[in-house]
């Protein structure tokens, strides 16, 4: 799913010309902008003043040079937060959080509160039911139907792309749900951090609205009830979750446990620390813990003989087991960047042998889960990108530095300034160290303005021009390569 299907069509086009001109440093020709976004000069033009408009009230600023076209944007807008407010008062999104806090409704009550004929209300309907198929819901007969756990699943994932400051006042930090936070961190003995609160927060608001619902279906939450009733994370939270559920007015429900436990292991509402405990105590015959253990171990296999210090071997598997438990609990996804965007951009750093990884990996995991998961957008996108970052984290950890040494001693004084300049432009490359060359340091690679030697250095590279952008160019292009040989 992509918030922006919840946009009227032209909303969705002001949102596109935003994100062209964005990820084109703010400035596009109009043909080549009509071309990105797939339309002609002349409807180009009327969205052009659309978006121009909307610039006035969400903090940015859109102007035209003749044939080009200027983005600038205030130092705290981002494009989430503006897609944000567009969906929030889009009407697909309105009757979605009308069927959070009513339940059940009929199309005339909800005809009537939204001041639009029956005829919109069943187009909006067909086409919500378009997106809800991902999560495997539908609204029908009056309500939305889907497995309670991918209910409350599919509205924590759509408030959880808005600002705290845009929720309604349900799904936010409370005098209630603090009570609940403090206890839960008393008997689990950790600390949440301030967006596990706001998270949890969120969970709860939604748990609530939802504890009314009538014909709750919840075939696959009591598969999941016997299977991990007697997990030791499980046992602890139950009572507590009996407990603040009991003060409410709806009955008790046996399964709500489950589904905070399924929630509270999917979204690094835990820390490291403490999930690694809970992992020791962990059954490894549960599917998700088996999934972990097969996954890491074909990830560590790949990277041999080099390996990763107890506290990365931790990171790595902190990483693995919230994604490898949110694709065994969960179905659907709703990301907050364009996932294709993403992974191409981690491929690219990941290198073509690295990136083959992926699809082995993909591959075995369907093997653990069952057929109709291959086509869950978790499996086909968030599963890609986030398994990149995993394996770009080892990567990071294991890479052997490049080590630069600058020799401009041969320079009058501006040698001083002509080295930090360097320095400055080299430093933020990941996985190099730079530094004043010295005769007993082993370098891979030597700077300077003329051949010298003494130096222990497998290259050298002489500046071909005072500051100049050709040799920028080429030394960074040789300490890439530099890195591939030595890693």
């Not at 689990?188 to 608001?205: H, I, N």
């Not at 820390?271 to 020791?280: K, R, V």
């Not at 002509?418 to 432009?425: A, G, M, R, T, V």
């Not at 700077?447 to 160019?473: N, P």
Request: hydrophobic share 40%; charged share 25%.
């Amino acid at each position: 799913m992509r918030i922006e299907q919840l946009l009227e069509k032209n909303q969705q086009l002001q949102v596109a010309i935003l994100k062209a001109l964005i990820l084109s440093e703010g400035v596009l020709a109009t043909n080549q902008l009509a071309k990105n976004i797939g339309l002609s000069k002349i409807s180009l033009e009327q969205y052009l003043q659309d978006v121009t408009d909307l610039g006035a009230t969400t903090g940015f600023n859109l102007t035209r040079n003749g044939a080009m076209v200027y983005l600038t944007m205030n130092n705290t807008t981002t494009l989430e937060e503006i897609t944000a407010l567009l969906v929030k008062d889009s009407l697909k999104f309105q009757l979605l959080a009308y069927m959070l806090e009513q339940r059940e409704f009929t199309i005339p009550q909800i005809s009537q509160e939204f001041a639009t004929s029956e005829s919109s209300i069943f187009r909006k309907f067909r086409e919500l039911n378009e997106v809800l198929a991902e999560f495997q819901l539908r609204i029908k007969n009056g309500r939305l139907q889907g497995e309670e756990s991918q209910i409350r699943y599919f509205y924590f994932q759509l408030y959880l792309y808005f600002p705290i400051s845009m929720r309604p006042h349900y799904l936010i930090e409370s005098d209630q749900n603090q009570l609940f936070l403090r206890a839960l961190e008393r008997t689990l003995k950790l600390t949440l951090s301030p967006q596990a609160k706001s998270e949890v927060a969120c969970w709860l608001g939604i748990t609530l609205k939802r504890m009314s619902a009538k014909k709750k279906q919840q075939t696959k939450v009591k598969e999941n009830y016997h299977l991990f009733k007697n997990d030791a994370l499980f046992e602890q939270i139950e009572p507590l979750i009996h407990l603040y559920n009991s003060r409410s007015s709806f009955e008790r429900n046996q399964y709500e446990p489950v589904l905070f436990y399924s929630f509270l292991v999917s979204f690094q509402i835990l820390d490291e620390e403490t999930f690694y405990h809970y992992e020791l105590q962990r059954s490894k015959k549960l599917p998700p813990a088996l999934l972990d253990m097969y996954i890491r171990e074909m990830i560590l296999i790949h990277y041999r003989p080099r390996r990763l210090s107890i506290q990365q071997e931790k990171a790595v598997g902190y990483q693995l087991s919230q994604i490898n438990n949110r694709l065994y609990f969960f179905q659907g996804y709703l990301p907050r960047y364009e996932p294709e965007r993403l992974l191409r951009l981690q491929k690219e750093k990941l290198g073509v042998e690295r990136s083959q990884i992926l699809a082995v990996l993909q591959k075995n995991v369907l093997s653990f889960l069952p057929a109709k998961k291959a086509e869950d957008t978790l499996v086909t996108e968030a599963l890609l990108t986030i398994y990149a970052s995993i394996l770009a984290m080892i990567d990071f950890y294991i890479a052997k530095e490049v080590v630069v040494g600058i020799d401009f001693e041969d320079l009058p004084a501006y040698r001083i300034s002509y080295y930090y300049d360097l320095f400055s432009e080299l430093r933020p490359i990941a996985g190099i160290r730079v530094e004043h060359a010295s005769y007993k340091t082993d370098y891979d690679l030597i700077i300077s303005s003329r051949q010298v030697s003494g130096y222990t250095t497998k290259m050298q590279y002489c500046l071909s021009e005072f500051a100049s952008s050709y040799d920028l160019m080429q030394l960074k292009k040789l300490i890439e390569q530099l890195k591939k040989e030595k890693n």
